[in-house]
């Protein structure tokens, strides 16, 4: 009988550490690893889950690792963010400033397990506008309105007051970066010596020009703008640089 008796004691003491070592590792934190292509640009990092977010940084074509605890989060890499972000809140542009040259990645990630592995690929959330008067000059200003003020957490677009002036390049364009939006309701007013003269619905005069907003990258526009002598717009010719199209209004 004593024959039996060492076997089973040493069988349930096996078991006894094994359960403790589940039950430790049930508890321990999970190893978020997230890699990205580049040459060590400097990104943010933003850890959203119902507990504080976190806000942290990443080179590109530098493996980031950080514990995280067990369950459900949100990780996003932005590039090219600037000062933007609040914490807590996401990417917030200021009133009167266009959007930042931002690329993004988000995804829902499920921590489990000792370690969890997510490739960011970076996709360009604004477009550029480049805008050319025909004549050129004529004392015009401009100012552009809209719905869409930022990005959450998660990085999809934040509603919020959106409002900016487009800035001269050097090569006579007036340009400004929009957020990537949702819907077509972007505005843009046109001023002569603080005299409003028209509003137009320039969320509109892109859609019926084709250009999407759903494009993983946001293509860049260029617009061509013809002022009559009484200073007010008549119509525009807007291309898209990729496919270099124009389309009159």
């Not at 940084?57 to 605890?69: H, K």
């Not at 959106?162 to 972007?186: I, V």
């Amino acid at each position: 009988m004593s024959r039996w008796l060492f076997p089973l004691f040493f069988s349930v003491l096996a078991l006894v550490p094994s359960s403790c070592i589940k039950e430790d590792r049930d508890s321990c934190p999970c190893v978020l690893v997230i890699s990205t292509e580049g040459s060590e640009e400097l990104c943010s990092v933003y850890l959203s889950r119902e507990e504080e977010p976190v806000t942290d940084s990443l080179r590109t074509g530098v493996e980031y690792r950080r514990p995280v605890s067990r369950g459900f989060l949100y990780a996003t890499v932005a590039l090219g963010d600037g000062e933007t972000f609040v914490h807590g809140k996401g990417i917030v542009i200021p009133k009167g400033e266009d959007c930042p040259p931002v690329r993004l990645w988000s995804r829902p990630v499920k921590a489990v397990g000792e370690t969890v592995s997510r490739k960011a690929v970076l996709s360009k959330d604004y477009c550029l506008v480049r805008m050319r008067l025909v004549p050129s000059g004529g004392g015009l200003e401009f100012t552009v309105r809209g719905d869409i003020a930022g990005f959450d957490l998660d990085g999809s677009p934040a509603e919020g007051e959106f409002e900016c002036t487009p800035r001269a390049s050097e090569d006579g364009f007036l340009e400004f970066r929009l957020p990537r939006q949702t819907d077509n309701s972007l505005l843009m007013d046109v001023f002569s010596d603080g005299v409003l003269l028209r509003t137009f619905a320039l969320g509109e005069i892109l859609f019926r020009a084709g250009y999407s907003w759903k494009d993983k990258d946001l293509k860049d526009i260029s617009m061509e703008v013809s002022c009559t002598a009484s200073v007010l717009l008549t119509d525009f010719s807007i291309w898209e640089n990729v496919e270099n199209r124009e389309i009159l209004l």
